[in-house]
């Protein structure tokens, strides 16, 4: 075994070369904030130094930045510092192929080669087998976790996780890997943490739903690589109680929110107590009372942003709200100066997050009409779209001037 420049023979440690390992994930799509370009001033050294920490056990977490978000929902956020969002690449990068061997294949969220697409391709799969291409009944039970992250149980939650790892992980740094999910999962970030933005943005989001109010031993921050990947694993369990006990074929959840289709109305009647039964009994969850959904496939269910129907998928309400408020947020900043690289950056990473999703559904003609009715002529001076309006691209001298299908000014109608 190649030992790292704190290695004892009889005391295990954490190989420097993994925490480099960690750093350069962590900073990938971070690398403009901040924290990160604060850290990146000597990081070498400053990576020395947190090793040290980590295999000597003096590694301790530091506070949080608290902040609202309003896209595409109201959302309490809490953003760790950059040094200890490198400990969570660490432990999740050991951790997380260990736990996709043991996840059933229809969890969705914070997995390679899944995601919200994969997911509502899924259901969509779901509806159009059990019911034989449309031409026999089916039932669709969706169902909502009410304050999920908010009513985590962290003693339950590194109970199983103490224990997974005692049965899974056999590496010589297990105990160290234990003591950071430990710190991970006990720390309270609401203590001493940095609150960015007014106390006023908090007026109206719910009390289940911010970490200041939650139950004492519960909760866990969402913005966390760590609260993603925990969380999938707290709901391990039930994945399982719905696959395997319940024996339920057609069954996928992201996050919170997942589905059940079956071709018998009653069978799923009958399976929701047992289901409301074991959420709150092992895991301290409640359903949603008002997102609770059980209707004939035909009637169409909403899932993860869109609407599926037979044969097809509609974006969801929502999501063209929001899409629309993006484009009028990136119009107005422009009224009055010329966009700074940060703001440039800004605007690619929101268009083109809408437009990465819409793109996979019959939305053609409304992200044409929405961009050409909506968004300010300026913006065609320095981005032009690729793949009809699928992407936003930078424009370049060099792209603009060798390439003359590229749109110079706005697209036309």
């Not at 914070?110 to 034989?132: M, Y």
Request: hydrophobic residues 35%; proline residues 3%.
């Amino acid at each position: 075994m190649q030992l790292s420049i704190f290695d004892t023979p009889d005391k295990p440690q954490i190989e420097l070369h993994e925490l480099f390992e960690a750093y350069f994930a962590c900073r990938k799509n971070k690398r403009t904030t901040a924290n990160a370009i604060a850290f990146e001033v000597d990081y070498e050294s400053k990576l020395v130094q947190l090793c040290k920490e980590l295999n000597e056990g003096t590694y301790h977490i530091s506070r949080s930045i608290a902040f609202m978000i309003q896209d595409p929902v109201h959302r309490e956020i809490f953003a760790a510092d950059f040094r200890d969002r490198i400990v969570h690449h660490l432990v999740i990068g050991k951790l997380n192929p260990l736990f996709e061997k043991q996840f059933i294949y229809d969890s969705y969220a914070c997995r390679e080669g899944k995601g919200t697409h994969f997911g509502i391709q899924r259901a969509f799969r779901f509806i159009r087998r059990c019911s034989q291409n449309y031409i026999k009944n089916c039932y669709v039970l969706k169902l909502d976790i009410r304050g999920f992250f908010m009513h985590i149980r962290k003693d339950v939650l590194f109970k199983r996780l103490y224990k997974f790892i005692e049965d899974n992980y056999h590496k010589t740094d297990k105990q160290i890997i234990i003591r950071l999910c430990r710190q991970v999962i006990y720390n309270d970030c609401t203590k001493n943490c940095y609150i960015k933005g007014e106390l006023s943005n908090w007026e109206y989001l719910p009390k289940t739903k911010s970490l200041f109010h939650s139950q004492q031993g519960s909760g866990l921050p969402i913005g966390n690589l760590t609260s993603q990947i925990f969380a999938n694993f707290y709901m391990d369990s039930f994945d399982h109680f719905i696959k395997h006990e319940l024996g339920v074929k057609y069954y996928g959840r992201y996050v919170d929110d997942f589905i059940i289709v079956h071709q018998d109305k009653a069978y799923l009647k009958s399976i929701l107590p047992k289901i409301t039964a074991i959420l709150k009994t092992d895991l301290n969850f409640t359903i949603h009372p008002k997102k609770m959904y059980l209707q004939h496939y035909s009637k169409g269910v909403k899932f993860l942003g869109v609407m599926i129907k037979p044969n097809r998928i509609y974006i969801g309400k929502r999501m063209k709200g929001n899409f629309y408020a993006a484009i009028k947020k990136q119009s107005v900043l422009v009224k009055d100066h010329k966009p700074n690289k940060e703001e440039l950056d800004s605007f690619l990473s929101s268009m083109n997050s809408y437009l990465g999703i819409m793109k996979h559904y019959n939305t053609y003609k409304l992200r044409k009409k929405m961009l050409w009715k909506h968004l300010s002529p300026y913006w065609w001076n320095v981005v032009y779209l690729s793949g009809g309006y699928a992407k936003f691209v930078r424009k370049t001298r060099r792209n603009t001037a060798s390439n003359n299908v590229y749109h110079d000014h706005r697209p036309s109608r």
